[in-house]
């Protein structure tokens, strides 16, 4: 069975499955779906709870040795196998493979991980557990819907913010919901509310976690204010120009391949943001794009002078077709 964060709830309401695995790269959302396992886990008198942090392939004999003592006092348990990447390797797939086989009734596995990708989901073992018991896929909140998230997750804990306040919040804190979280339990504790929305808004923290993924899209779906704002937390991080760079390239290079001849038949787009940029494509330049790119790269690596930080925002928009000087006409000065 596969399940989605979203119908966790609900299906716990229903029934319990022997094995539970909970995948993705979002903390806050992997942590409060395995609290919701754990706590229906306890309602139905699994009242032991014995974790495994597995970084090394031997970890995997502690795993079996546990699953095979049986509990002092009889009582059901939990046990728990945390992933440190999503590809436990040949004993990891067998241990886990064995375990959800035995079919303990006494024992509920619950295996947390980072993101599957293609591969992954296709194992032994991950195979075995949708059988069995249930994959929970855990996915980052797009952008274009954190303001709906953190409306409604604001109003399960008791603040009712404004639509501003909410749109102030998503900029600050995109890419790091546990930091939104803290920003709304924060306001409770602050007593404010849809009233007080400039107090909290005042309060906020810039606490927006970026990479340069997230900058293609952003140049790709031509949202100007959202990837300079990539930009500028990029480069507040410290994260090389060179990555920067190369994200604004693959942004160009993407949109090159969808448009080549002959590319719809074999070409499959594969999201909302490229083809809105093929949606605007006859608005752009592309040997100016690529001169603008040259000479950031020039910048980057001290062959000529100018911030390359700047001339990145100023290929970022024209890759969003909001050009904001005439591109130069040589990538030498």
Not at 19 to 31: F, H, N, Q, R
Not at 154 to 159: E, N
Not at 268 to 285: C, I, N, Q
Request: with cysteine; net charge positive; hydrophobic share 50%.
């Amino acid at each position: 069975m596969k399940l989605t964060s979203d119908s966790l709830e609900g299906h716990l309401a229903q029934k319990l499955l022997p094995a539970y695995l909970i995948s993705g790269d979002e903390p806050l959302l992997v942590a409060e779906a395995a609290d919701a396992v754990r706590a229906r886990a306890r309602a139905a008198g699994f009242t032991e709870r014995d974790v495994h942090f597995i970084e090394r392939a031997a970890d995997w004999e502690d795993v079996r040795a546990a699953a095979g003592n049986l509990s002092l006092f009889g009582a059901r348990r939990l046990l728990e196998a945390r992933l440190a990447t999503a590809r436990p390797g040949t004993g990891g797939s067998a241990v886990l493979t064995s375990l959800l086989e035995r079919a303990d009734p006494d024992t509920l596995l619950l295996i947390l991980s980072p993101r599957l990708d293609r591969d992954a989901q296709s194992a032994q073992w991950v195979q075995a557990v949708q059988a069995r018991g249930a994959w929970i896929a855990v996915w980052p909140v797009e952008p274009g819907k954190l303001v709906a998230w953190l409306r409604a997750r604001s109003r399960r804990i008791g603040v009712d913010l404004g639509p501003q306040a909410l749109q102030l919040l998503a900029e600050r804190t995109e890419g790091n919901l546990l930091a939104a979280d803290q920003e709304l339990r924060k306001l409770v504790l602050l007593g404010a509310d849809a009233e007080g929305g400039d107090a909290a808004r005042a309060g906020f923290a810039d606490s927006a976690r970026f990479d340069v993924f997230r900058l293609s899209d952003a140049v790709l779906a031509g949202d100007l204010g959202r990837s300079l704002r990539v930009l500028a937390g990029l480069r507040s991080e410290g994260t090389e120009p060179t990555l920067a760079l190369w994200a604004l390239i693959k942004a160009l290079r993407d949109l090159g391949a969808a448009l080549r001849p002959g590319a719809a038949g074999g070409w499959r787009r594969s999201s909302a943001a490229l083809e809105a940029a093929v949606r605007r494509s006859g608005r752009l330049t592309f040997p100016s794009l690529m001169l603008r790119a040259a000479r950031a790269d020039r910048m980057i690596k001290g062959r000529l002078r100018g911030d390359s930080w700047d001339e990145m925002a100023l290929l970022a928009a024209e890759l969003c077709a909001r050009p904001a000087f005439p591109t130069p006409q040589s990538m030498f000065k």
